[in-house]
């Protein structure tokens, strides 16, 4: 398959083995030619320029699309759509590296990587935030002072780039950027890198703990999104399954995302819950909630080697992101007249559900998998019986 009539120029020897790629990522036919067409368009456009594959990086990619729209040319792609053809090139060791920093950056982002995972044990979507964060700061460090971005390093650089990541995000997000760059710094004097502790320097984000009231939705709209989930559909029958995992198991959506068919014992009824700082939680699989993931996993579900249980719909075939329960959840309100919640919104609902059923904080601690009490304590506030039974009566009451 070459997608187009004229000849891909530079990319040439590529084609078929990218096209190839693509087909087995579950792109389709026709979703292949038009990309092999982009392709061809950019090998072109390198023989003008006389650049070989091995020179290709997102700066030449921009370049090449910049030349495009000079053109005159309506539909034009972005950097982002080329990233197949760069993964594709990078595995077959025809470029370098695939990434938008220096080479130096990169290493230094790749040692930093494998410290994450073999000293600190991180989580790979934990890792993966504290890469970005590490990329965009030695990038803008580098730009600044290329020599010695990293040995000249002073507490006010520090304090700069965290008040302008700290303006674009919510209180809850700061505290992560917060907690990203302070493990980086770490990082770099425990390597000898820095001559200073800097992680000292990183203020700390302002905030009350446990000021609000966590919230639910009633539970007769719960069972509404579930009712909403056409199952004869293959999108209607992996939502559902999703939205009975969140609902009545109480399972996070990373939770959700990173469950594998190996986690699923039918026999005993049970599931294997991959949670926070590795931990693996055994639950009781109902019965309700097995028929759902039974009807997807035997119906709509792609025949892969995949894993993971739930998969992305559009290609390429891949395992669903955290991210996606929450647009599940999202999408299923919309279809129901419900007022949109996220995912952790049903978490709440179960939290507050089983307390007006009788369950005391303990057990309602032992369903969420909380590792402090003191994280199940905050839904005390929402136990209005129980707290009707203790709360003194307003002295003016009587007159």
């Not at 790979?124 to 010695?148: I, K, W």
């Not at 919510?170 to 390597?191: M, N, P, T």
């Not at 049903?346 to 009490?373: I, M």
């Amino acid at each position: 398959m070459s997608g187009t009539r004229r000849k891909p120029g530079e990319m040439s020897p590529y084609i078929n083995g990218f096209s190839a790629r693509l087909l087995e990522l579950g792109y389709t036919p026709g979703t292949v030619r038009n990309v092999l067409k982009g392709v061809g368009q950019l090998g072109r456009w390198m023989v003008t320029e006389n650049l070989e594959a091995s020179q290709l990086t997102r700066d030449v990619i921009g370049a090449f699309l910049r030349a495009r729209r000079a053109d005159g040319h309506q539909r034009v792609a972005s950097v982002r759509e080329f990233a197949p053809l760069l993964d594709y090139l990078h595995s077959k060791g025809i470029v370098a590296f695939d990434a938008e920093s220096s080479t130096v950056v990169n290493e230094l982002i790749a040692h930093y990587t494998t410290w994450l995972v073999s000293e600190r044990g991180l989580a790979d979507t934990t890792v993966l935030r504290y890469q970005n964060l590490a990329r965009r700061f030695l990038s803008e460090r580098e730009a600044s002072d290329d020599d010695h971005f990293v040995e000249n390093l002073t507490g006010s650089d520090v304090v700069r780039f965290l008040l302008r990541e700290c303006t674009r995000v919510s209180v809850g997000s700061a505290k992560g950027r917060v907690a990203e760059l302070r493990s980086l710094l770490r990082f770099l004097y425990l390597k000898g890198l820095t001559p200073l502790a800097l992680a000292t320097s990183v203020p700390p984000v302002a905030g009350w703990h446990d000021t609000r009231v966590p919230t639910g939705i009633a539970a007769e709209d719960v069972q509404r999104l579930l009712n909403g989930c056409d199952k004869n559909s293959s999108g209607g029958a992996r939502d559902l399954a999703i939205l009975m995992l969140v609902a009545q198991l109480g399972l996070r959506s990373i939770e959700v995302a990173r469950l594998e068919l190996n986690d699923i014992d039918w026999r005993a009824g049970e599931i294997v819950v991959r949670g926070k700082a590795r931990r693996h939680d055994r639950m009781p699989l109902p019965s309700d909630v097995g028929e759902a993931l039974s009807a997807y996993l035997c119906g709509p579900r792609p025949a892969t080697n995949i894993r993971q249980v739930f998969l992305a719909h559009k290609a390429p075939t891949r395992a669903i992101k955290p991210d996606l329960v929450s647009d599940v959840t999202r999408r299923a309100c919309r279809r129901v007249g419900v007022p949109c919640v996220g995912a952790h919104r049903l978490r709440h609902t179960l939290a507050t559900e089983l307390l007006r059923r009788g369950a005391t904080l303990v057990e309602v601690s032992q369903v969420l998998r909380h590792r402090d009490l003191a994280t199940t304590a905050v839904y005390a506030k929402v136990d209005l019986v129980s707290l009707r039974d203790v709360a003194h009566s307003w002295p003016g009451a009587a007159q």
